[in-house]
């Protein structure tokens, strides 16, 4: 983890893809932000009547099958875990985020993409002291069969995932990671969302994945790799789920020093005990960057946080 200043980027990048539940095609634009922004994404639309919202953990409207982010006013915009990710995975702390559809382009099923759009950007400092949501004990979730937990990891951030597959090509995977941008771009940026080939079936039935193909998923049956290409990473699918955990912690408004660690984890989980964790003001406190990292207090608000925030209740969801 980089201590220092905030981040923004240097000027604008734009990519075009289908979204993964639409089908649509969509335009998506990353670009510079002020200090202590946070994200902010901005649903532009043909009329002009532009609708935004600041991704925080407030700002959650569903974790059914991606992260949507809304307001009062209803969905702003799906799918948005991936670019989350890469901004959070890259150190970038303060960017707007620009879609023209209801979701965020799926692209490869990666972050790749939207990696190489925020480098093609370039990433600047700004004049202001990074700040950091510490955990200082342990937040536990349970939901069904998952479980999830926050612990404090005063150094940086470490995602452990473990998920447990039926489908005997997927089974029981591992991985872990302790956020750095090299180990992002590397490790996991390129692993791709998945499923199994029954599963995508039900979706299509139900009006979801119309976007999905082997072109941005991995698809497996019961006795191989559908994709030509075959997988990224022998775990890409645990490699994937480390991906979705940064991009869905990263609604906490500021980057966290903490290690999370979830078993049959998902979207669901990975807000759950999020939510879980800044509805505790003893659990967590916000610190400045520099030699001691000064205790602003845990009563400063977040980019984009008005009011407390309430305890989470959701149902199961298990990989």
Not at 242 to 258: C, E, W
Request: with cysteine.
């Amino acid at each position: 983890m980089k201590f220092g200043r905030q981040t923004t980027l240097r000027s604008h990048a734009t990519v075009t893809g289908v979204g993964v539940h639409s089908g649509s095609s969509v335009n998506l634009t990353v670009g510079p932000a002020p200090v202590d922004a946070g994200y902010i994404f901005v649903r532009s639309s043909a009329d002009g009547l532009d609708r935004e919202v600041h991704a925080n953990a407030r700002a959650v409207t569903s974790t059914d099958f991606a992260t949507v982010l809304g307001d009062r006013d209803g969905p702003l915009v799906s799918t948005a875990e991936h670019v989350l990710a890469a901004l959070r995975g890259m150190g970038v702390d303060n960017a707007m985020v620009e879609v023209d559809g209801p979701e965020v382009p799926i692209m490869d099923g990666s972050a790749a993409a939207f990696v190489a759009a925020i480098e093609q950007a370039g990433i600047v400092e700004q004049r202001a002291t990074r700040r950091f949501i510490q955990v200082l004990k342990p937040v536990q979730v349970t939901l069904g069969e998952s479980f999830g937990e926050l612990r404090p990891n005063a150094e940086g951030f470490r995602a452990e995932v473990e998920i447990d597959f039926v489908n005997p090509m997927i089974g029981r995977q591992r991985f872990a990671l302790d956020l750095t941008a090299e180990g992002f771009r590397r490790e996991v940026s390129r692993a791709r969302t998945f499923g199994c080939l029954n599963d995508v079936a039900r979706l299509w039935q139900a009006g979801f994945a119309l976007g999905a193909s082997i072109e941005n998923s991995v698809v497996f049956d019961e006795t191989r790799v559908l994709n030509a290409d075959g997988l990224r990473y022998a775990d890409e699918c645990a490699r994937h789920k480390v991906l979705d955990v940064i991009g869905d912690l990263a609604l906490a408004g500021l980057p966290l020093l903490g290690t999370y660690r979830s078993v049959r984890g998902g979207h669901k989980l990975n807000h759950a005990v999020l939510t879980s964790l800044l509805a505790d003001r003893s659990a967590w406190r916000i610190v400045e960057s520099g030699a001691t990292r000064r205790n602003r207090g845990n009563a400063d608000s977040l980019p984009g946080m008005v009011g407390g925030l309430v305890a989470p209740a959701y149902a199961p969801d298990v990989s």
